[in-house]
């Protein structure tokens, strides 16, 4: 098959070369309406600067979307009307409605495929995490709190548009809390009805938040906890699981910037009757980050075998979509500021 990129920013480009690295496709076409960017495509590729054109006119059969996130469901429904296969990075949209646009025409596309990348559930430290909790070694699960912050809004390879409500849709939650939410839901198999939130941008001053503060409980009375900072001045990643019978600690996690410090999983056993607080811990480290070739292994055997997408699909970030629209709302003056 044959592969346009739409964005080749920092993300475009480590799709390109996990496409090249995993799979048997070719990358023939790129947009990108930065012209430092554009330096970077190699030779031999058809360049555009418009990502409709990309769409409209190259000869391709799927399209890798990376860009802001207001034009991440418009790049969507054009590329499915087209006839092709479509990767589009998180967020999926700026907002649920839009999305649900976009799953009404996936609908009718039923040969095509969507999926959306949520590469954090790729990372071995999940992965194994999910396996204990599927092969219920701990029992019920009980609660869960995760942590996910950065220091600012904006990275030093990022551009100013995640800083504006109408670019953006929302802040730090819609940026870079959706991971820790679609992992909660992803571990858990859980759908969070009961939501609490304070949602805050005193510090920053964007019209988007900085500060997600978040109280989550299923039907079967699962409580999440959830922080999701623009604040937090060493960065961090932890994500705590308790079950019945001992619990599991996902810390830090491999990415680009290696900020979030050593990617491990510490599985702690309880004997609350014996251990007096100091339960055994056994604790992995994983030194590769694995969950973007994994991801594109994932969605090219989907291809392949003409499997449906299970692991970001639509229906996954819709679900997704739908908490982050309902914690923002559940903070009473959030939801008068911005959702009257």
């Known amino acids: 098959m044959k592969v346009g990129i739409i964005g080749f920013g920092v993300v475009g480009k480590k799709r390109y070369a996990s496409i090249l690295e995993n799979t048997s496709y070719t990358v023939?076409?790129?947009?990108?309406?930065?012209?430092?960017?554009?330096?970077?495509?190699?030779?031999?590729?058809?360049?555009?600067?418009d990502y409709q054109l990309l769409i409209d006119s190259a000869k391709v059969d799927i399209v890798f979307i990376s860009l802001p996130?207001?034009?991440?469901?418009?790049?969507?429904?054009?590329?499915?009307?087209?006839?092709?296969?479509?990767?589009c990075e998180k967020p999926p949209a700026k907002t649920l409605a839009e999305l649900n646009a976009v799953k009404a025409i996936s609908?009718?596309?039923?040969?095509?495929?969507?999926?959306?990348?949520?590469?954090?559930?790729?990372?071995?430290?999940?992965?194994e995490a999910k396996s204990i909790i599927q092969n219920n070694t701990f029992g019920n699960l009980i609660n869960m709190r995760g942590v996910y912050g950065k220091s600012q809004m904006i990275n030093f390879n990022q551009d100013d548009w995640r800083t504006r409500r109408e670019d953006s849709g929302g802040g730090i939650l819609l940026d870079q809390g959706i991971h820790m939410l679609d992992l909660m839901r992803y571990l858990s198999g859980e759908s969070f009805t009961q939501i609490f939130s304070f949602i805050d941008n005193a510090f920053w001053n964007f019209d988007v938040e900085d500060n997600a503060y978040v109280l989550m409980k299923s039907s079967r009375g699962i409580v999440a906890q959830l922080h999701s900072s623009a604040t937090q001045w060493r960065h961090l990643f932890?994500?705590?699981?308790?079950?019945?019978?001992?619990?599991?600690?996902?810390?830090?996690?491999l990415t680009g910037s290696k900020s979030y410090g050593e990617e491990t999983l510490t599985i702690i056993t309880a004997?609350?009757?014996?251990?007096?607080?100091?339960?055994?811990?056994a604790i992995s480290k994983f030194n590769k980050d694995v969950s973007w070739d994994n991801e594109i292994k994932y969605f090219a055997d989907c291809l392949v075998n003409n499997f449906a997408i299970k692991r970001g699909s639509i229906d996954d970030a819709i679900e997704t979509m739908k908490l982050i629209e309902a914690i923002y709302k559940a903070d009473p003056i959030w939801k008068k500021k911005y959702y009257t």
């Not at 790129?30 to 555009?48: M, T, V, Y």
């Not at 969507?76 to 092709?84: D, F």
């Not at 609908?107 to 992965?127: Q, T």
Request: charged share 25%.
């Open 28 to 49: 023939d076409a790129i947009s990108e309406n930065n012209s430092l960017a554009r330096k970077d495509i190699p030779e031999n590729i058809e360049i555009f600067e």
């Open 69 to 87: 996130n207001k034009f991440a469901a418009e790049a969507t429904v054009l590329s499915l009307k087209k006839g092709l296969h479509v990767f």
């Open 238 to 253: 932890n994500l705590e699981i308790t079950m019945e019978k001992g619990s599991l600690v996902l810390g830090g996690i």
């Open 107 to 127: 609908a009718m596309c039923p040969d095509l495929k969507l999926m959306y990348g949520f590469n954090h559930r790729f990372h071995n430290s999940v992965e």
């Open 271 to 281: 004997d609350p009757s014996n251990d007096r607080g100091a339960p055994h811990e």
